[in-house]
């Protein structure tokens, strides 16, 4: 049981996993963000064009 318990304590595997998951999300959240003030600065360009062309 003291053997299970210590191999246990130096298994990292789930950190790193979990690790991984966190950068995943951050990289995530940063494309969502990215993707919105892009989408907003897009929207921007096409009501100048409309409003430039008197539709």
């Not at 191999?7 to 963000?33: C, K, M, N, P």
Request: no cysteine; glycine share 8%.
């Amino acid at each position: 049981m003291i053997e299970l318990t210590r191999r246990f304590v130096r298994d990292e595997r789930a950190a790193t996993a979990i690790e991984y998951s966190l950068i995943a999300a951050g990289v995530a959240s940063a494309i969502v963000v990215a993707v919105n003030a892009l989408g907003v600065n897009v929207k921007g360009m096409w009501t100048s064009i409309k409003t430039a062309l008197g539709s």
